[in-house]
């Protein structure tokens, strides 16, 4: 009994790789934008107003009793972890937007 062949599959072009340098840079880069992203809601007054209104919502307040909250401290540290997350996921966003542009750009001088 025989094995058919298979046919051989096209070269399918794979990204490219990408360097363990331009990894540390990507990570520096999201870091360094959630960081000031961050510092947003620490110096400029309408961010901190949407904070405290997000932190009085039904749904806010939800989170503390599911994650059992009643101290005050442990009320500040979700406000702050929730202002991290949401810091980082638009960091994250930015960068890929900026990723985006820089690859298009690339291309056309290509």
Do not use: N
Request: charged content about 15%; glycine content about 6%.
């Amino acid at each position: 009994m025989r094995l058919k062949k298979t046919p051989s599959r096209p070269d399918v072009t794979s990204p490219r790789e990408i360097s363990v340098a331009e990894t540390l840079i990507r990570t520096v880069i999201l870091v360094g934008l959630t960081l000031a992203f961050a510092s947003v809601f620490r110096f400029w007054q309408p961010a901190i107003k949407f904070a405290q209104h997000v932190a009085g919502t039904s749904a806010w307040q939800e989170l503390y009793s599911l994650f059992h909250i009643e101290s005050g401290l442990g009320r500040e540290q979700l406000i702050l972890t929730g202002i991290m997350i949401a810091c980082f996921l638009l960091a994250l966003g930015v960068q890929a937007i900026g990723l985006l542009i820089f690859q298009r750009i690339r291309k056309s001088r290509v």
